[in-house]
């Protein structure tokens, strides 16, 4: 069971982490169409 619940949080922050990078992407890429 632990294993799993440790499973579940890495999952948890890897999405995170994804989102996060999405944003970034973006922010860049509408920073650059702004220039």
């Known amino acids: 069971m ?3 619940l440790q499973y579940k949080f ?3 922050k ?4 994804k ?3 999405n ?3 973006i922010l860049i ?3 650059f ?3």
């Open 29 to 31: 890429e509408v920073f």
């Open 23 to 25: 944003d970034c992407l």
């Open 19 to 21: 989102e996060w990078l």
């Open 10 to 12: 890495q999952l948890k």
């Open 2 to 4: 632990n294993d799993y």
């Open 33 to 35: 169409s702004q220039l």
């Open 14 to 17: 890897f999405n995170l982490m």
